[in-house]
């Protein structure tokens, strides 16, 4: 079992490499995990080797024992009822998909629960305080080694205001967005969510 330090340090290296390496596409189009280009230990910084571990080929040093195990990073999404109707989007200021539009959310910094995330990522992104009335559901997309926990806010009162990497704040429902979606999980997120689609 790796020490909470080196834990800690690998997760904070994640995250701070995190997303725009997890897009890189190849020919085929598909996405290729960022874990493939760890070179070297965040512990020792020895040169990593691929090996079996538990029957799977894994990066891993042989001088002090890490093994990086890839594990899928944490995103809370959040989806914000506004008393004016439809939910709280930010344009989004940064890639991946800058210039469109989102549900507020991000990575859960280490240490820290979803929950917390979940209400963090709200704050920094719209100025508001929310209040988490439950999980909705979690997702896996596909070809991304991310698990998204979507979470249902109680309804606002306020006007958000943008701020982080949000570059505008809005409250609208799908049809009326002045922009295209980002994610379409995001989408179909909310399209369930107003049909009472129950999700896994």
Not at 148 to 164: H, N, R
């Amino acid at each position: 079992m790796l020490s909470s330090l080196v834990l800690g340090g690998a997760f904070a290296l994640t995250l701070a490499a995190g997303y725009a390496l997890a897009k890189i596409k190849t020919n085929c189009g598909k996405v290729q995990p960022y874990a493939g280009r760890y070179k070297f230990c965040p512990g020792c910084s020895a040169e990593l080797v691929e090996k079996d571990v538990e029957g799977k080929l894994r990066k891993t040093c042989e001088s002090c024992g890490f093994v990086h195990w890839n594990n899928p990073l944490p995103v809370a999404v959040i989806l914000i009822p506004h008393r004016d109707g439809g939910f709280v989007f930010v344009k989004r200021k940064k890639n991946p998909r800058a210039g469109y539009f989102a549900l507020p959310g991000g990575f859960v910094d280490p240490f820290e629960s979803a929950l917390q995330g979940a209400i963090r990522e709200a704050k920094e992104e719209t100025g508001l305080e929310i209040e988490i009335d439950r999980l909705l559901f979690t997702s896996s997309p596909t070809g991304v080694n991310e698990v998204l926990m979507f979470f249902l806010a109680k309804t606002v009162y306020e006007q958000p205001v943008a701020g982080d990497d949000a570059e505008l704040c809005v409250v609208s429902s799908l049809n009326s967005l002045p922009g295209e979606v980002a994610f379409e999980t995001h989408r179909q997120a909310i399209i369930d969510y107003m049909l009472g689609i129950p999700r896994a």
